[in-house]
């Protein structure tokens, strides 16, 4: 396994401690991380789903516009903020595994080091939830 | 490969008779690679002594710094070869976005904290960052990584022949995390000191301190055992003393980190506290066969 770059190990400490909603992305764009307030509004634990990629990220959650159209992954704040350096910011509605939906507001960020971007963080703000899942806290 | 711990105690020179078998001087290691090629690994105040032991030859030293707080670069303007024309140093360290490496230790050696300037330093020194690849100085590849710290800091590995040495003084790979839990690649310095034949980490605080010091930028007992643990180093020298530790306090967390490290399954003699002085002789070991296909 190659060593991750430090400033995402200590990017995905702080999220461990937060809870708020937050997810991680390598340099690649690949998923590496979400934390406990994340997995609360997927209903899906971080562990039990593990490191994935941006198709098996759609078709698990989404997310969808507000005419409940996917949204390309070209167009996501991540996405922006891995391939543009540069923060971004979207609504949109995700699904969680317990047939919930959920209205949120999306923030990202770049990780940006001496040695280029690293990867991007970003903080998912729930503004409504529709219909009878858990959701969140 | 030889090595040997010039300075062993972090924050601040801390001499007195309290002191005086694990020693008071600041975080310095001498390595001698198996082809003569010499490195300093930080260059605290035990490097004045480094300096005295090699005399009056002609000399030719790479300085590996992990970082720039005072107690990894405050011997450097009393390291006597660095008074004498016929010395070649390499400084190597970590990049910033803020200033060049020169610039930066160019603060310490200069009005009103130093009576000389880098400039005026009659010896040949150069600067550079650390590349992000690996690299070579004489018989040795070395290897610099980001690690977890307060400010930019970096960890090394020198490979030789088999032989290899890691070198993380300042370390808080536990910062908002649990080692025990962790996946590797997720732990910082991980791939360092992984499998090495020595590792030279941080040891700073007993467990009944970190509390108090949580985010200083150090490890405590626990996390030291576990790095080592996880990374299977063959050998760990416990590093970078509290300044307020005495010999006495230092031979309890010694013994406490022997009996706890044989808890884990560890093997005896295994885990230590630096003393100064101390000195190492890595061998190059058997590689193992590779049975046919």
Known sequence: MTQRPLELIL???LMSALSTPAFLVDEGGVLVFYNEAAGMMLGKRFEELGTVGADEWGQLFGPFDESGEPIPYDDLPL???VREGRPAHAEFEIHSTDGASHEVEVSAFPILTAHGSQGAIAVFWPTRMNGDG???? | MKVKLWGTRGSIPSPGPE????????SCVGVTLSDGSLLALDAGTGIRCLGLALGEEPTRLHILLTHLH???IQGLVFFAPAFRPQTEIVIWGPASPEASLRDRIARYISAPLSPVEVRELPCDVSFRHCPQAEWEIGSARIRAASVAHRGPTLGYRIDDGDSSLAYIPDHEPALGADLDLLDEDWISGFELARDASLL?????YADAEYPRHVGWGHSALSHSLAFARRTGAERTVLFHHDPMHSDEFLDRLGGEASRRWQELGGEPGAVGLAEERAEFELPARAREAVAPA
Do not use: E, F, K, S
Not at chain 1, 134 to 137: L, T
Not at chain 2, 19 to 26: A, D, L
Not at chain 2, 200 to 204: E, K, N, R, V, Y
């Open chain 1, 11 to 13: 990017a995905r400490n």
């Open chain 1, 134 to 137: 858990a959701g969140p806290a």
């Open chain 2, 70 to 72: 005072l107690d990894h």
């Open chain 2, 19 to 26: 002191t005086i078998r694990y020693g008071g001087n600041t």
């Open chain 1, 79 to 81: 996405v922006a903020a």
């Open chain 2, 200 to 204: 030279i980490h941080d040891g700073q």
